[in-house]
Antibody, heavy 125, light 112 residues
Framework: QLQLQESGPGLVKPSETLSLTCTVS??????????WGWIRQPPGKGLEWIGG???????YYNPSLKSRVTMSVDTSKNQFSLKLSSVTAADTALFYC?????????????????WGQGTLVTVSS | DTVMTQTPLSLSVTPGQPASISCKSS???????????LYWYLQKAGQSPQLLIY???SRFSGVPDRFSGSGSGTDFTLQISRVEAEDVGVYYC?????????FGQGTKVEIK
């Protein structure tokens, strides 16, 4: 049973870079070819994919955010991270990290459902 | 970009009655591996989303059998056979074929 926990500053100034880390416990982040994701939810609004990353480090970004997003995996720390640059007030949101699925030894993609509790990031001067 | 469109955006249901939510994708979600990567999530108030249905119609572990999913290609439906009070929340469809993925706008389900 994996557990995910987001961490990072709760307040970021406009034009600066938002940096969040997701620490995975209860198992190795790279024991399978996992697909990890960052999803955000502005206050009172719906869910939006920011990007996803496989344990191998392969990344996929939301086209609308691609120019500002960088994701990475640190297998030694069992963590994956998000950087979102040039933030504005529109980036204020609850940020979730999540485990979405993995490829098993037979190459089949299996769903998993592990989410952090979310961390609120406010962009304000 | 793959756009996911849900209807209706809100639903008020009498306990014990059925409910249905539609989700349409702007592109086919059928993968070359033969699977269709359409998921349904429920987000209860103050909680992280939870997976209900994966690959159109497979219930995730622990999900009651009153939840069912159907559809193919670009058109999908989530059905709740008999709504219970604990089913209130916002339901999201999500496509997982065109990575990173994309959610629908969400459908808020409340009890009458």
């Amino acid at each position: 049973q994996l557990q995910l926990q987001e961490s990072g500053p709760g307040l970021v100034k406009p034009s600066e870079t938002l940096s969040l880390t997701c620490t995975v416990s209860g198992g190795s982040i790279s024991s399978n070819s996992y697909y990890w994701g960052w999803i955000r939810q502005p206050p009172g609004k719906g869910l939006e994919w920011i990007g996803g990353i496989f344990s191998s480090g392969t990344t996929y970004y939301n086209p609308s955010l691609k120019s500002r997003v960088t994701m990475s995996v640190d297998t030694s720390k069992n963590q994956f991270s998000l950087k979102l640059s040039s933030v504005t007030a529109a980036d204020t949101a609850l940020f979730y990290c999540a485990g979405i699925g993995y490829y098993d030894s037979s190459g089949y993609y299996r769903p998993i459902d592990y989410w952090g509790q979310g961390t609120l990031v406010t962009v304000s001067s | 970009d793959t756009v996911m469109t849900q209807t209706p955006l809100s639903l008020s249901v009498t306990p014990g009655q059925p409910a249905s939510i539609s989700c349409k994708s702007s592109q086919s979600l059928l993968h070359s591996d033969g699977k269709t990567y359409l998921y349904w999530y429920l987000q209860k108030a103050g909680q992280s989303p939870q997976l209900l249905i994966y690959e159109v119609s497979s219930r995730f572990s622990g999900v009651p059998d009153r939840f069912s999913g159907s559809g193919s290609g670009t058109d999908f439906t989530l059905q709740i056979s008999r709504v219970e009070a604990e089913d209130v929340g916002v339901y999201y469809c999500m496509q997982g074929k065109h990575l990173p993925g994309a959610f629908g706008q969400g459908t808020k389900v409340e009890i009458k």
